[in-house]
């Protein structure tokens, strides 16, 4: 069974950066794709991107290439998702999410929030 | 990107009846390489993580109850549930994965009546 362990809601100023991270259990980091998405409040869920785990590829949303950083520790099992000059509106709560071979995302890690705010 | 569309926005329907919800893409999720939909259904309650319900457009995933199933081809899509019971007040979302950016509808909110 499959688990991801996400690190600890955030409180930051604008302009400054986050780091969330995500732990996976029960599974090889190598063998799947983990995601990151977002939702804002009062908004709907938004792709930032993937990381695949099995080589390092990323690929990242046109709204956040500018911004985001999706990197992996292979030997710790954790994928990490660092956005970069926070502006009030990146408040929200940040999911990982692992897919297989079909991008649909079968395992959620239970949400860090981020909190942007002066 | 891939606009997904839900309708209704929200929707309410006595425990034991049928809900519907629809999903609308502006551009087919059939793959011909596999001839498959690239679209998949989660649930979302309060303070939880998505769930997910139902992925390739009809296939359940394992260990979702069989009153929730997934119908439609290439633009349109439908979740029903069928036999609505308490626990499945939730917001539903549709996620087209046929390419990238992944996108997702704007959530359609279940209540009961």
């Known amino acids: 069974q499959v688990q991801l362990l996400q690190s600890g809601a955030e409180v930051k100023e604008p302009g400054a950066s986050v780091k969330v991270s995500c732990k996976a259990s029960?599974?090889?980091?190598?063998?799947?794709?983990l995601h990151w998405v977002r939702r804002a409040p009062g908004q709907s869920l938004e792709w930032m991107g993937w990381?695949?785990?099995?080589?390092?590829?990323?690929r990242y949303s046109q709204k956040f290439q500018d911004r985001v950083t999706i990197t992996r520790d292979t030997s710790a099992k954790i994928v990490y998702m660092e956005l970069s000059s926070l502006r009030p509106e990146d408040t929200g709560v940040y999911y990982c999410?692992?897919?297989?071979?079909?991008?649909?995302?079968?395992?959620w890690g239970q949400g860090t929030p981020v909190t942007v705010s002066s | 990107d891939i606009v997904m569309t839900q309708s209704p926005d929200s929707l309410a329907v006595s425990l034991g009846e049928r809900a519907t919800i629809y999903c609308k893409s502006n551009?087919?999720?059939?793959?011909?390489?596999?001839?498959?939909?690239?679209l998949a259904w989660y649930q979302q309650k309060p303070g939880q993580p998505p769930k997910l319900l139902i992925y390739?457009?009809?296939t359940r995933q394992s260990g979702v109850p069989d009153r929730f199933s997934g119908s439609g081809s290439e633009t349109d899509f439908t979740l029903t549930i069928s036999g609505l019971q308490a626990e499945d007040v939730a917001v539903y979302y549709c996620?087209?994965?046929?390419?990238?950016?992944?996108?997702f509808g704007q959530g359609t909110k279940l209540e009961i009546k």
């Open positions: 029960g599974h090889s980091l190598t063998s799947f794709t």
């Open positions: 996620q087209q994965y046929y390419k990238t950016s992944y996108t």
């Open positions: 551009q087919s999720l059939l793959y011909s390489s596999n001839n498959k939909n690239h």
């Open positions: 990381i695949i785990a099995g080589n390092d590829n990323t």
């Open positions: 999410a692992k897919s297989d071979s079909g991008h649909y995302f079968d395992y």
């Open positions: 390739w457009a009809s």
